[in-house]
């Protein structure tokens, strides 16, 4: 009946193979013995590599066994198969332990691997959120960058506009000057000019009051005339009264239209002078029109001439007037002298 491999055959076949000078592997022993497992080998050849070191220190070690009577040879391989049952079975339940063990750590491990892909995947998200995250914020760099030159050429713009603002501001003070000192050698001009019409506006009234006075004494010589005449002719009163009455009459006229052409020529005058005051203030308030200024000017001197012109007539009905009573006062001598 065959038997099994035993520990013995093991470690013959590894003393074979030693002394050979071949490394005793797990296959060359089972070449060697010429039959059993990987599995029956592999536990024996690894005592045998435990007691080497041992066994070299002792030289009987590879000495060829003793021979043992096949009852106590058979015995020994009864004991030795049953202890190689246990042994067996001893491993086997120890390889089933490590084998429960392994399976709790290969568990263990496939959490931990399936907690690590599921942190790797978050990784992932996390660096796919940060790179659209980076990509956002270059894109927004990009366009603030934009944004700042557009800002930067508008505040260049800028600075141009105001540059060329401030050149005309200049320009324009410049003009405002010269306008302003052009302005008041107008407004001296015309300053001028109203002190020049006022004075022809005195002057006239002067020489219209003189004029009115030399009327008014003629007058009263004419009326001093008269009552000498009236006097003289006392013979022709009835005659006389009439005419004299006339003549008061139209004395008395003449007087309230010398003085009404008076009172007309102040009141010109006056009307000239607040025309000219309006005229100034215009010209200083506004500033406007020295031409406009010109025409009143010219319209002034035209109603000045009007009424220059006015009083020449006046002048003239007041010399027809006189005449016409030295007519009437020397009227009544010509009876006299026709008289025989």
Do not use: C
């Not at 691997?113 to 998200?125: C, D, K, T």
């Not at 506006?201 to 009552?227: I, T, Y």
């Not at 009905?317 to 006299?336: V, W």
């Amino acid at each position: 009946m065959a038997t099994g491999i035993t520990e013995t055959d093991v470690w013959a076949a590894a003393d074979a193979l030693l002394l050979e000078g071949a490394r005793p592997t797990i296959e060359r022993v089972r070449q060697k013995i010429g039959r059993g497992s990987p599995n029956t080998v592999s536990p024996h050849l690894e005592t045998w590599f435990r007691a080497l070191g041992a066994r070299i220190k002792d030289p009987r070690a590879f000495a060829a066994p003793p021979e043992i009577p096949d009852p106590i040879a058979q015995a020994a391989a009864h004991f030795w198969e049953a202890a190689l049952t246990a042994a067996r079975a001893e491993q086997a339940q120890a390889y089933q332990q490590r084998w429960e063990e392994l399976a709790k750590e290969s568990e263990r491990f496939a959490a931990q691997a399936e907690q690590l892909q599921q942190r790797e995947a978050q990784l992932l998200n996390r660096e796919r959120d940060l790179q659209e995250g980076l990509k956002v914020a270059t894109a927004q760099l990009a366009a603030t960058e934009e944004r700042l030159q557009a800002a930067e050429a508008q505040l260049r713009q800028r600075d141009k506009a105001l540059t060329a603002a401030r050149e005309n501001l200049a320009d324009a003070q410049g003009a405002i000057q010269t306008l302003l000192a052009e302005a008041d050698q107008a407004r001296d001009k015309h300053a001028q000019a109203l002190a020049a019409l006022d004075s022809r506006h005195a002057a006239h009234e002067r020489r219209w009051l003189n004029e009115l006075d030399a009327e008014r004494g003629a007058v009263k010589r004419l009326q001093a005339r008269l009552d000498a005449l009236q006097a003289a002719g006392l013979q022709q009163a009835d005659e006389l009264r009439q005419a004299l009455a006339s003549a008061q009459e139209q004395q008395r006229a003449a007087e309230q239209d010398a003085q009404a052409q008076r009172q007309q020529a102040l009141a010109d005058a006056r009307q000239r002078q607040a025309e000219a005051a309006a005229a100034q203030e215009a010209l200083q308030a506004s500033r406007r029109s020295e031409a406009d200024l010109a025409q009143r000017l010219a319209a002034a001197q035209t109603r000045a001439d009007d009424l220059f012109g006015q009083i020449t007539s006046r002048d003239q009905q007041f010399s027809d007037l006189a005449r016409r009573l030295i007519a009437i006062q020397e009227a009544p001598k010509a009876p006299e002298d026709t008289a025989p």
